[in-house]
């Protein structure tokens, strides 16, 4: 109880995170897109650096943010959304 668990696409699906929110803890992990039970994200286009999606789920108990950056990450947490987005200025290409 009361525990954060953070992992990676390999250990993250929706059912994994609705049983571990039955047992009280709160888990974000990144997700793969075929583990997502058909969450309908828009495409995102490769010049969209930055762009930031949210979709929850039916239930209202997980939140897939997809965020576009060199490629696109999927992250599915049951304890937090994208919060306040600010502008910032790249300084590495």
């Not at 789920?57 to 959304?81: H, K, Y």
Request: aromatic letters at 8%.
């Amino acid at each position: 109880m009361n525990h954060k668990l953070f992992a990676d696409k390999y250990f993250t699906s929706i059912p994994v995170i609705r049983y571990l929110s039955s047992q009280g803890i709160c888990y974000a992990g990144t997700v793969r897109q075929n583990r997502l039970m058909g969450c309908p994200l828009p495409p995102v286009k490769k010049k969209d650096h930055g762009q930031i999606d949210e979709m929850v789920t039916a239930e209202g108990d997980v939140v897939i943010t997809q965020w576009s950056d060199n490629r696109t990450v999927l992250l599915a947490p049951n304890f937090v959304g994208k919060g306040n987005v600010d502008q910032v200025r790249r300084w590495s290409e």
